[in-house]
């Protein structure tokens, strides 16, 4: 999303940074193709809070910032904590996790939320929120309210778009028949996405729907995953009908091929992406309420209970039978709501307004981030 904000900043209007707490990470090259400068504090995990400050204080200094924005908690605290020490530039803190839960969260993180908690109330000038429920959480731990501004996070509808080609094209590369219906999950292997409850949902789907393919696309879907793997051989009947990708670079491709997306998430959600991007590119969803994503799918798809893997078969089901055409006009209407409400360029749009109402001169954000 980082990335994506900072592809539609309008450059006529702010010159962005970014400040990287700790040594490289994947999105490093994608930033630099954006022309945006990059720079890392080299802090490392676990390093005490007084050093990383040491090392944080001048980098954000010499950039002058009009505004600094730091976009996790980590970045939250240090981040913030170094701006106030080094420039009057208002500080805007990022919140982008709906859930806290102890026994999946680290002890670590917990605290730094506790502290971060205290220090809302004087430090932040803003906290911006990519959802409503990640700002109800935080609000309930003890985070100043009055302070908060819920900007979802956007979709580049440019980028995700229905291509008619996909299709055909998707179902030839990866051998299916023409006919398939392609049923995908986009995210990571993790113990939020939930995918035991997907793989579960999937084989009784594919007992009911004999021309069901599922794609399962993220880092850790593939051969190599031995737990993955298990999960599918309890399924062996169907096996040859779910299709391990892994990690990809043409996911907006692979979407546009798609006739039902899912999200089998289990906690953690604030605004989940592959939700807004399967939906821009034309295809219905079947989500579980965590998160906004029960708000961003409104009547364009099915929403069901987390952990329910019965529930989650009936509504993939449900969207599977209503026909190619009745599936079509879900899909138009998934983009429609896109558009309308969560546009990039229109997200871009107000985090641009509201540094520059923070900033007296015309704003220019430094974003510190983690990897």
């Known amino acids: 999303m980082l990335c994506a904000l900072l592809s539609a900043t309008d450059r006529s209007r702010a010159q962005p940074a970014v400040l990287s707490l700790l040594d490289g990470g994947e999105l490093v090259g994608r930033l630099r193709d954006l022309d945006v ?18 090392r944080l204080r001048p980098l954000i200094g010499a950039s002058r910032p009009d505004v600094v924005q730091t976009w996790m908690y980590h970045a939250d605290l240090l981040g913030g904590l170094a701006a106030a020490l080094s420039t009057k530039a208002p500080v805007v803190w990022g919140l982008h996790n709906s859930d806290l839960d ?35 959480l935080h609000t309930g731990l003890g985070y100043d309210a009055s302070k908060f501004v819920v900007i979802p996070n956007g979709i580049d509808t440019t980028l995700y778009r229905p291509a008619a080609g996909a299709r055909s094209e998707v179902r030839r590369v990866l051998g299916v028949p023409p006919d398939a219906l392609l049923v995908g999950m986009v995210a990571r292997f993790d113990p939020q996405k939930d995918y035991e409850n997907f793989v579960r949902a999937a084989a009784a789907v594919a007992g009911r729907v004999p021309s069901a393919h599922f794609l399962l696309i993220g880092r850790g879907c593939d051969e190599h995953n031995a737990e993955l793997g298990g999960w599918l051989d309890a399924h062996r009947p169907h ?5 391990l990708l892994g990690l990809r ?17 289990a906690y953690g959600e604030a605004f989940p992406l ?5 939906m821009s590119a034309g295809v219905p969803c079947v989500v579980t309420d965590v998160g906004d994503a029960a708000e961003m799918v409104g009547d364009t798809g099915r929403v069901v209970p987390p952990r329910n893997a019965v529930a989650l078969a009936d509504a993939m089901t449900s969207v599977l039978s209503l026909g190619e055409e009745a599936r079509q006009a879900l899909g138009r209407a998934a983009r429609v709501r896109i558009e309308a409400r969560f546009d990039l360029r229109v997200i871009a749009e107000r985090y641009q307004a509201l540094y520059e109402s923070l900033s007296v001169a015309p704003a220019s954000p430094t974003i510190s981030r983690e990897r």
Request: proline share 5%; with cysteine.
């Open 239 to 243: 096996r040859n009908r779910f299709h």
């Open 249 to 265: 670079g043409d996911v907006p491709r692979l979407l546009q091929a798609l006739d039902l997306c899912v999200l089998s998430s």
């Open 37 to 54: 400068p990059v720079q890392s504090a080299g802090v490392q995990p676990g390093l005490r809070a007084g050093l990383s400050l040491m």
């Open 102 to 136: 102890k026994r999946r969260t680290k002890l670590s993180t917990r605290a730094v939320v506790r502290v971060n908690a205290r220090l809302s109330h004087w430090l932040p000038r803003k906290i911006i929120s990519c959802s409503e429920r990640a700002a109800q």
């Open 274 to 278: 592959a939700v807004g991007e399967a």
